[in-house]
């Protein structure tokens, strides 16, 4: 079978490499943009973030397996109407994004900047704990990766609570769901950690009119998409105290202009969409067996993290 492999920003060779180590009765090809007749008419594709005329050239794609867990840059494009999508499912993401979240939430709970911060101006100084008990942290998206990072701060005994699109019941978890329930769930957080993906639905959800729900002084930790966030309104909302406090490491342009505000805001701590790289060996690994099993005559809609075009995730 033919395989076409095209994923900016990463260098192909050693992915290429990989795969075809992984695949040797497979003829993978890197598609070759300048010279649209010397690509072999592929049956599946290895993307990430392909130009449009990827696809506009091979319209008999019937597979495309995307190199991140996130969808949306590939779903805004016009796309083979033949070709299923199947994302990555965690693959070595949920630990990292986890360990992530964690330093974060910590990090700003237990004031170690500020501790630091005394330290280097030559004081010795106590801060009074914060009640732990009071200090929810609000999880939006429970899906794979929401879900671990809200169990990974179970185990800190931070309480949690969770929002998703469908109704859940989650051991331990104060759980909303649904658009109607979003006020009540920003209005528990102390906190609130956005995991979503990035849909017509979801795009611009950290907006003026959401985070006034938050109690006064919550933190916020946006490590989905940039696009899920309104830059001014957080902006706005830092300066009049509102939310005390972000950190971001998803932008709506990336990478982060050097004069962006963000960039040397005192309330903000940027990282460059670091949270949970893409790792390359697990990566192969997943995408290979999912392959296979869609060689072996699994439909891709029965493989894991077939997406679902239509809702967006
Ligand atoms: P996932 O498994 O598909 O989970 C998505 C979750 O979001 C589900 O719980 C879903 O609800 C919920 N959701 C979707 N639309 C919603 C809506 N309109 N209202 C409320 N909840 C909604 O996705 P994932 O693997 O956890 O990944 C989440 C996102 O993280 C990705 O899409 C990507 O953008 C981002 N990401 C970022 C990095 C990074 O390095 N910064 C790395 C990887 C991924 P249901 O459970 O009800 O379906
Ligand atoms: C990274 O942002 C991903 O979606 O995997």
């Known amino acids: 079978m033919n395989i076409t492999f095209c994923a900016t920003h990463i260098n192909p060779k050693v992915w290429l490499a990989e795969l ?12 070759n943009e300048q010279d649209p007749g010397s690509n072999p008419a592929a049956e599946a594709a290895i993307v ?14 019937q597979v495309g397996f995307n190199l991140g867990a996130g969808v949306d840059a590939l779903l805004q494009k016009t796309l083979p109407v033949n070709m299923a999508v199947i994302r990555l499912d965690d693959a070595g993401m949920s630990v ?4 992530y979240v964690t330093q974060a939430v910590v990090r700003y709970f237990r004031e170690f900047a500020e501790l630091e911060r005394d330290m280097r101006d030559g004081e010795w100084s106590f801060r009074r704990p914060r009640e732990r ?10 899906g794979v990766l929401g879900l671990r990072v809200a169990r990974a701060l179970q185990h800190f005994e931070y309480p949690v609570a969770g929002w998703s699109r469908s109704a859940k019941s989650l051991d331990g978890i104060t759980t909303f769901a649904g658009d109607k329930q979003l006020p009540d769930f920003m209005a528990a957080c102390s906190a609130v950690v956005c995991l979503l993906p990035l849909t017509p ?11 006034m729900h938050l109690p006064v002084g919550a933190y916020l930790i946006n490590v989905a998409r940039g696009e899920h966030l309104v830059h001014a309104d957080l902006l706005a909302m830092l300066d009049s105290g509102h939310v005390a406090g972000a950190t971001l490491d998803v932008f709506s342009t990336e990478p982060l202009p050097s004069e962006h505000p963000f960039r040397s805001h005192t309330k903000i701590i940027c990282t ?20 296979k099993q869609w060689v072996a005559g699994t439909p891709a809609t029965h493989l894991s993290g077939y997406v679902d075009a239509v809702r967006g995730y």
């Open 272 to 291: 460059p969409h670091a949270s949970a790289r893409t790792l390359r060996s697990e990566s192969v690994a997943q995408i290979v067996g999912k392959f």
């Open 201 to 211: 639905d979801t795009r611009h959800i950290l907006r003026r009119d959401t985070l």
């Open 133 to 142: 008990s009071e200090f929810t942290v609000g999880v939006m998206g429970l």
């Open 20 to 31: 075809r180590l992984a695949l040797p009765e497979h003829h993978i090809a890197l598609w």
């Open 96 to 99: 990292q994004m986890a360990e």
């Open 48 to 61: 990430w973030a392909p130009p449009q005329a990827f696809f506009d050239q091979q319209p008999q794609l």
